[in-house]
T-cell receptor, first 111, second 112 residues
Framework: DVKVTQSSRYLVKRTGEKVFLECVQD?????MFWYRQDPGLGLRLIYF???????EKGDIPEGYSVSREKKERFSLILESASTNQTSMYLC??????????FGNGTRLTVT | GENVEQHPSTLSVQEGDSAVIKCTYS??????FPWYKQELGKRPQLIID?????GEKKDQRIAVTLNKTAKHFSLHITETQPEDSAVYFC???????????FGTGTRLKVLA
């Protein structure tokens, strides 16, 4: 069974802080994704990566960056957290064009 | 780019009745259409998917239909049970892409 692990379940940060959200998958998947989930807006793609050191912008990349130094790990970075980045963040991974498997999510609150 | 619209946003049904959730997509090149179920406090989990070379797929009480001409697909749940209560998301992706675009979700409540 695919396991996608997000390092934190809940996170509280202050405005202006640099925030790292970590995601690790154990199935040697090429593709990894970061989504943001907000009520009424569904799951919106922030960034995705189809290989080590490769990344592509999703639909809402502003205010975020990502890092994929190793195949199993995909990090989402908020350079300077703002209150409108308070949200649930979901990491996912997939093999080739298979369907994404999701982690349990990180609920980030920016105060 | 792809845009996926999902309706309704909330749906309440009596236990034993059927539930239908509909999605439309904009990119005619899309041909992968999964459905995810997210229970409260848990991760979205894939429950069924359909590819563009079929019009309907069933798995026990769950079925998905696809109309490529009209660019819409639907999830049908029959004989609903309280454990079907969750948020359901549809998604779409095109051939050769890893990028799945999700709908806004439907909160289904099955009333006992």
């Amino acid at each position: 069974d695919v396991k996608v692990t997000q390092s934190s379940r809940y996170l509280v940060k202050r405005t202006g802080e640099k925030v790292f959200l970590e995601c690790v998958q154990d199935m040697d998947h090429e593709n990894m994704f970061w989504y943001r989930q907000d009520p009424g807006l569904g799951l919106r793609l922030i960034y995705f990566s189809y290989d080590v050191k490769m990344k592509e912008k999703g639909d809402i990349p502003e205010g975020y960056s990502v890092s994929r130094e190793k195949k199993e790990r995909f990090s989402l970075i908020l350079e300077s957290a703002s209150t409108n980045q308070t949200s649930m963040y979901l990491c996912a991974s997939s093999l080739n064009r298979d369907l994404p498997h999701f982690g349990n999510g990180t609920r980030l609150t920016v105060t | 780019g792809e845009n996926v619209e999902q309706h309704p946003s909330t749906l309440s049904v009596q236990e034993g009745d059927s539930a239908v959730i509909k999605c439309t997509y904009s990119d005619s090149a899309s041909n992968y259409f999964p459905w995810y179920k997210q229970e409260l406090g848990k991760r979205p989990q894939l429950i069924i998917d359909i590819r563009s070379n079929v019009g309907e797929k069933k798995d026990q009480r769950i079925a998905v239909t696809l109309n490529k001409t009209a660019k819409h697909f639907s999830l049908h749940i029959t004989e609903t049970q309280p454990e079907d209560s969750a948020v359901y998301f549809c998604a779409a992706a095109g051939e050769g892409t890893y990028k799945y675009i999700f709908g806004t979700g439907t909160r289904l409540k099955v009333l006992a």
